[in-house]
């Protein structure tokens, strides 16, 4: 068998909501250009990312990566914090 490393899609996101055990919810930003107006739009994805160390809280920006389904919404997982609440505010 070939030893073939599996690409996972990874992002940034900042950390809205880490009320649930294990898990927390993260907003991506985006900005699109609306096809026939030209007028450039923002747009949102939220994701529940398992959290298996619980050390993010809301504010801080983290990098999510692709994963097996913990559950049933839960289909990535916190790879590094990227900033945290405090460094993001000043």
Not at 38 to 62: A, N, Q
Request: contains cysteine.
């Amino acid at each position: 068998m070939e030893n073939t490393k599996v690409i996972r899609r990874s992002r940034v996101a900042k950390v809205i909501a880490d009320s649930t055990e294990k898990t927390i919810k993260v907003e991506i930003e985006g900005i699109v250009q609306h096809p026939r107006y030209k007028k450039y739009i923002k747009r949102h994805t939220r994701f529940l990312v398992h959290d298996p160390e619980e050390k993010c809280k809301v504010g801080d920006l983290v990098r999510i990566e692709e994963c097996r389904p913990v559950s049933k919404t839960k289909k990535w997982i916190v790879r590094e914090i990227v900033k945290t609440a405090d460094s993001v505010a000043e």
